[in-house]
């Protein structure tokens, strides 16, 4: 007899829905898995056999096969299991022929038939319903999680052998807990670090360029000497950010889920701040593998934040594998299994020293091969790509603190929402992201601003891309001051805030 179960299995952060066919026949006892499957698919022939022992059930001393369609993609992990399993009790005419069409199956199995929770269970739920499922059962655990796609009924299954009972009528499904609301937002790397901008005393330019890079999504580049608060500052921008709308943390969610990273049964809160330690490799980064793909740290960072402090420290190779993502906002990865595409628009912002002993100037002990050396670390093309690049100096004795991060998120949010009602019509919501050649249309510019532009355009001898990220950062400016069009104040401010490297 042959059975057919929908289930789902990961690509990426993506779910690839499946279908598990079972066929039992008659013949010596035989058991076979095709359909490009991984080694932890192949290997769950003794863990589902052992399972549907242990629940009590019959394991039919027959020919059975499995396959896995669409046999031309590579099937990993073990959480098709339950799918394969409930397959061979339907076979088997164990279970009512037809119980399963309307639903889907996700879950490990472990060898006393319990049902363990799997990987990326929201991607693999949301790809199932984009397939048409309106049912699902997932492990009691991944509940919560599956609840978080819309117009889907859970059902959460313990064990096999009570599963069992549910889909044959003779059990109520049991109830699941939703997972407890907490205070705090979920996926952060800062929700154990209570920070505020209202610790920072002066570095009132700075603290000025930070606000525009959180208005409008600008990568910032800040240097400066040990000690001058360029880390404070970079990692108090996830306070003054505009949180994320639904679709958003829907999506940022889906991928920490599906990365293994905790998510609690719920939304991810707070845009994601990532900070990677200077010896992460291209792959850490960008992402990569061999047997399975994972995604890096700018996909982790997707629509937050990734904060690269000691940026001249990071190997020259791993930082110029950024500069496709930062203009792309996507990473593909190629390898022999085929081509993924990982989502990676985040927002870049890192610090560094200008030289290797970091020192001011007048103190600075390092020898122009030494300092040449170190700069040549950050390509061209790289510190290009920086909207905002600022140095930062010591502020000081009588200097007071400034604004908390209350205060400042207010203007931000408000320029964020400008930003958002402006491309409603447009495949891009902030001023970061809108394209070049989209920016002299966009970005009008008042009568008495264009002898300034000219001038900024001859004297600094843009390009294209400089001018370009300069008008960008003068039109969030522009929102933040919520001025409809761009003055010359505007333009000669975000001049102001991309210094040359020095």
């Known amino acids: 007899m042959l059975a057919a179960v929908r289930s789902a299995t990961l690509a990426g952060v993506d779910g690839q829905a499946v279908t598990v066919e079972v066929h039992v026949s008659p013949g010596l006892p035989a058991y076979q898995v095709v359909g490009l499957p991984d080694a932890a698919v192949r290997e769950s022939r003794e863990r589902v056999r052992a399972a549907v022992l242990s629940s009590g059930l019959e394991w039919p001393m027959r020919r059975i096969t499995v396959n896995l369609a669409p046999g031309g993609v590579r099937k990993s992990g073990p959480g098709l299991e339950l799918a394969v399993a409930l397959g061979v009790l339907v076979a088997s005419e164990q279970l009512p022929a037809g119980v399963l069409d309307d639903a889907a199956v996700l879950g490990e199995l472990g060898l006393d038939g319990s049902v363990r929770p799997v990987l990326g269970t929201l991607a693999l739920v949301d790809a199932l319903a984009r397939r048409g499922c309106t049912s699902v059962v997932v492990p009691h655990e991944n509940a919560a999680e599956a609840e978080l796609v819309h117009d ?14 549910c889909l044959k009528g003779e059990a109520p499904w049991p109830d699941w807990e939703p997972a407890p609301a907490t205070d705090g937002p979920a996926g952060s ?27 409008g999504g600008h990568h910032l580049l800040m240097w400066g000497p040990p000690g001058t608060g360029k880390t404070m500052l970079a990692r108090r921008l996830a306070t003054i950010v505009a949180p994320l709308e639904a679709a958003e943390a829907l999506e940022v969610t889906r991928i920490h889920s599906a ?5 609690g049964g719920r939304l991810v809160a707070a845009r994601p701040f990532r900070a990677p330690h200077h010896t992460a490799s291209t792959a850490a980064l960008v992402g990569g593998g061999s047997a399975r793909l994972r995604p890096g740290e700018v996909t982790l960072a997707h629509r937050g934040i990734l904060f690269l402090d000691e940026l001249g420290e990071f190997a020259p190779s791993a930082l110029d594998a950024l500069r496709q993502p930062l203009e792309e906002r996507v990473v593909r ?6 081509t993924l595409t990982f989502p990676a628009a985040f927002q870049l912002v890192a610090c560094t020293n200008p030289c290797p002993c970091g020192r001011e100037p007048s103190a600075c002990c390092c020898t122009e091969r030494a300092k040449s050396r170190y700069r040549r670390r950050l390509s061209a093309p790289l510190i290009d790509r920086f909207d905002l690049r600022i140095p930062v100096s010591a502020p000081l004795p009588g200097d007071r603190p400034g604004e ?4 400042v998120r207010a203007r931000v949010v408000a320029a964020v929402e400008r930003q958002r009602s402006r491309y409603a019509d447009w495949p891009w919501s902030t001023n970061a992201s809108m394209p070049a050649g989209a920016v002299a249309r966009l970005v009008p510019l008042d009568a008495g601003a264009e002898h300034v532009w000219h001038r900024l355009i001859a004297e600094r001898m843009l390009t294209g891309r400089g001018a370009a990220r300069i008008r960008r950062v003068a039109r969030t400016v522009a929102d933040l001051a919520d001025v409809p069009s761009v003055g010359g104040e505007h333009l000669e401010r975000a001049a102001l805030m991309r210094e040359d490297l020095s």
């Open 333 to 338: 990865i190629s390898r022999q299994p085929g």
């Open 404 to 407: 908390s991060s209350a205060d």
């Open 152 to 165: 889907l009924h859970v059902h959460g299954a313990r064990h096999l052998g009570e599963l069992h009972a």
């Open 189 to 215: 790397e800062g929700d154990d670090e209570l920070v505020d901008l209202a610790e920072v005393r002066g570095l009132t330019f700075a603290r000025g360029a930070l606000e525009t890079a959180a208005a």
């Open 259 to 263: 990365a293994a990273e905790p998510v």
